[in-house]
């Protein structure tokens, strides 16, 4: 049965397939420092100071009843909420992933299309005379016996 395993775990698509979920989890990280750290405080600025993490709606306080400033303020007291901030910036994570694996595809792709299929050299030809198909380097037609020239 371990031998069996290993034979499966050893093919190419499960590396494949192992390699690509480990890229995929240090990509996901980029993408979420990316869209917390460089793109939303931009359009937070933009829209008033509005910190995306902490946009919410209380739907039940907690044991200190609210307003809460904070996400965090508001699950410390054990309030329950409905996360906004937190849902759009999965949304924007989830849309820059989308755009990047559009783009990694598109490319490849591409990629596959502009390779030239190689033809094979040509092996036989045909004889002049008797229309036989013979190898290319025959100097001599072996069904009908004439000379050929090269």
């Known amino acids: ?3 069996e395993f290993k034979e499966f775990a050893m093919k190419g698509n499960a590396m ?3 390699v690509g979920i480990i890229i995929g989890a ?8 990316m869209v917390a750290d460089v793109i ?9 100071n509005v910190d995306f993490s902490n946009i919410f709606l209380v ?3 907690g044991k200190v009843p609210g307003p809460y400033d904070t996400l965090n303020a508001a699950k410390a007291s054990g309030a329950v909420s409905l996360n906004i901030g ?6 924007i994570n989830f849309l820059i992933v989308a755009f990047a694996i559009f783009m990694v595809i598109k490319n490849l792709n591409r990629l596959k299309r502009e390779e030239p299929s190689a033809q094979a050299e040509p092996t036989t030809k045909e004889c002049p ?8 380097a025959a100097t001599k037609c072996g069904h ?4 050929l020239q090269k």
């Open 1 to 3: 049965m371990f031998k």
């Open 16 to 18: 494949d397939m192992a």
């Open 26 to 33: 240090a990509f996901t990280t980029i993408v979420n420092s």
């Open 40 to 48: 939303m405080p931009p359009i937070g600025l933009l829209l008033g």
């Open 59 to 61: 739907l039940k306080d």
């Open 86 to 91: 937190i849902f759009i910036n999965a949304v």
């Open 129 to 136: 005379f008797c229309l036989s198909v013979i190898p290319i």
């Open 144 to 147: 009908c016996t004439s000379d």
